[in-house]
């Protein structure tokens, strides 16, 4: 089931058939023309491999560096990837960022969580000139950053994710009153309100609570408080696997919780130890022209499907290393100058299943036009997504399993 919500103002999914040839390619191409084949393409990946968003963090990072595997040997450039680990933590994330930079690394792949990817954009990426591209990043504040146009994102804004939310407590659930309970940074803040002012009902409460507490049952009593309909639990695993095991124990009085992106997790009620058939999810989809490509892919790398945002780390990484084929060198600003180049309408197209293609024709100084897994990937003048989707989730067996499917843009 799909559904159309309007928002501001495709190429046929090729077959992942195309695989099987780039696969077997041993033959460098591209060189000359718009990027200078042969010269090494830097490019950092910043995401939470430990901390509270561990479990999903790695997940991601797998995304991000997938087009490494995929690429290298099959194109006239090499690719330099550099980890650096956020925890999950501002500080930890600046620290990261400051280490990519001053090694020259232009651009990066992240940071994921919202409340660490704005102080290490205002505190590094910007200031020091170097092109931040989250996969997973969704606050609205992002959209209003004072960036000099460096900071990118394949996930798309909270102020959306609000609506869908408001949208499956009253239309799907039924529900008329709600309370919310967030992780007290700006990911938790700015999408508890989104979803309150969205919703048709009565939001009786906004609680906020800390990350990797003990106990949550005192936030827990205040957000059940007057009984809702609905509970909103808007975290992140580490923190979920707490506060769902005491919610069970102590608190479990039917009600539909909805939990967002950040807790879509199919490890959680195993950690938790309950069914939590209770729940319905949200989090924004891979829906993009390359996706089935890109899925294949992800599945012979790693052995197991994609999660929430792998193929947004795909795309993240492919567009700022196809960026930086056109800047010619390895230069933030020139990089950041180019990634609408790379990814924007305009030139032939390109996604996952002919990766390599793309960057010979970057090369070349050829018009692309990449069409991303997660979506056909076409940056706003704020380095937003123009079209997005969202998926709603229920936990069947344990699983997170996707039931439908919710649209803006186009």
Same mark, same amino acid.
């Given at each position: ?32 023309? !718009? ?36 690429? +290298? !040997? ?8 550099? $980890? +650096? ?83 499956? !407590? ?106 939590? %058939? ?50 010619? $060198? ?21 996604? %996952? ?48 399993? +996707? ?8």
């Amino acid at each position: 089931m799909s559904q159309q919500l309007n928002r501001r103002t495709m190429l046929k999914g090729a077959g992942v058939a195309g695989l099987t040839g780039l696969a077997g390619c041993t033959d460098m191409i591209g060189g000359g023309g !718009g990027g200078g084949g042969g010269r090494t393409l830097k490019h950092g990946v910043l995401l939470p491999l430990t901390g509270d968003l561990a479990s999903l963090g790695k997940l991601i990072r797998d995304g991000a560096i997938l087009p490494r595997s995929q690429l +290298e !040997g099959n194109i006239d450039f090499t690719i330099d990837l550099r $980890e +650096e680990d956020t925890e999950t933590n501002p500080q930890a994330g600046i620290q990261g960022a400051n280490t990519l930079i001053n090694n020259g690394y232009p651009s990066v792949t992240g940071p994921a969580s919202s409340g660490v990817n704005l102080q290490v954009t205002r505190q590094s990426l910007i200031p020091k000139g170097a092109v931040g591209n989250s996969p997973s990043s969704t606050s609205p504040a992002v959209t209003d950053l004072e960036d000099d146009d460096y900071v990118f994102r394949t996930a798309p804004s909270d102020a959306l994710q609000g609506q869908v939310i408001a949208q499956v !407590g009253s239309d799907n659930l039924g529900n008329s009153s709600a309370a919310t309970m967030y992780v007290n940074n700006s990911y938790g803040q700015a999408l508890s309100q989104s979803f309150a002012d969205s919703f048709s009902g009565e939001v009786l409460q906004q609680i906020a609570f800390q990350k990797e507490q003990s106990s949550y049952s005192s936030q827990l009593e205040e957000a059940l408080a007057g009984d809702p309909g609905m509970l909103v639990v808007i975290g992140y695993p580490a923190s979920g696997v707490q506060l769902f095991r005491d919610y069970y124990s102590n608190y479990d009085a039917g009600h539909d919780i909805v939990v967002t992106d950040g807790l879509i997790d199919n490890e959680l009620p195993d950690n938790v130890d309950n069914d939590m %058939a209770n729940v319905t999810g949200t989090a924004p989809k891979a829906s993009g022209p390359g996706r089935d490509a890109f899925d294949q892919m992800y599945q012979d790398e790693y052995g197991r499907s994609p999660g929430v945002f792998n193929a947004h780390a795909y795309d993240a990484t492919a567009i700022c290393l196809l960026a930086n084929v056109y800047a010619g $060198e390895n230069s933030g600003s020139t990089v950041r100058d180019n990634m609408r180049k790379a990814a924007n309408p305009g030139g032939e197209k390109f996604n %996952a299943s002919n990766l390599a293609e793309a960057f010979e024709a970057a090369a070349a100084g050829d018009d692309i036009n990449y069409q991303g897994a997660s979506s056909a990937c076409n940056f706003d003048d704020v380095g937003d997504m123009k079209a997005v989707s969202y998926g709603i989730f229920k936990v069947e067996d344990r699983d997170f399993t +996707e039931t439908e499917s919710v649209q803006f843009g186009g």
